[in-house]
């Protein structure tokens, strides 16, 4: 399923807003000022956010913005650019992750 980047970084910053949130909830404490913006942010997404990870990714924030691991990432751009990334790393994308 194709999704755009924007609706990607919107759920990375919500994400990030719930666990600020969360971790001072559990502290028994208010979110301090300088994290206002974030809160603000979490309060007007959090109706729509159920809505858009449902419809990009069954209901859940993807870790990453491919939906795939980093090394399946690493394996296709070493199939793409596999010989110009040889010649600068000395090794492959997928060899330098694992290694």
């Given at each position: 399923?194709?999704?755009?980047?924007?609706?990607?970084?919107?759920?990375?910053?919500?994400?990030?807003?719930?666990?600020?949130?969360?971790?001072?909830?559990?502290k028994s404490k208010p979110?301090?000022?300088?994290h206002q913006p974030m809160?603000?942010?979490?309060?007007?997404?959090?109706?729509?956010?159920?809505?858009?990870?449902?419809?990009?990714?069954?209901?859940?924030?993807?870790?990453?913005?491919?939906?795939?691991?980093?090394?399946?990432?690493?394996?296709?751009?070493d199939s793409l650019e596999?010989?110009?990334?040889?010649?600068?790393?000395?090794?492959?994308?997928?060899?330098?992750?694992?290694?």
């Open positions: 399923m194709q999704f755009l980047l924007a609706d990607w970084t919107a759920s990375a910053k919500f994400k990030i807003c719930e666990q600020v949130i969360t971790f001072y909830s559990r979110v301090p000022d300088e809160l603000d942010f979490y309060n007007r997404n959090a109706p729509l956010m159920p809505a858009l990870r449902s419809k990009q990714w069954s209901g859940t924030h993807p870790e990453r913005w491919t939906s795939r691991s980093l090394l399946d990432d690493c394996l296709v751009a596999g010989p110009l990334i040889q010649n600068e790393m000395e090794m492959t994308l997928s060899e330098f992750y694992q290694t």
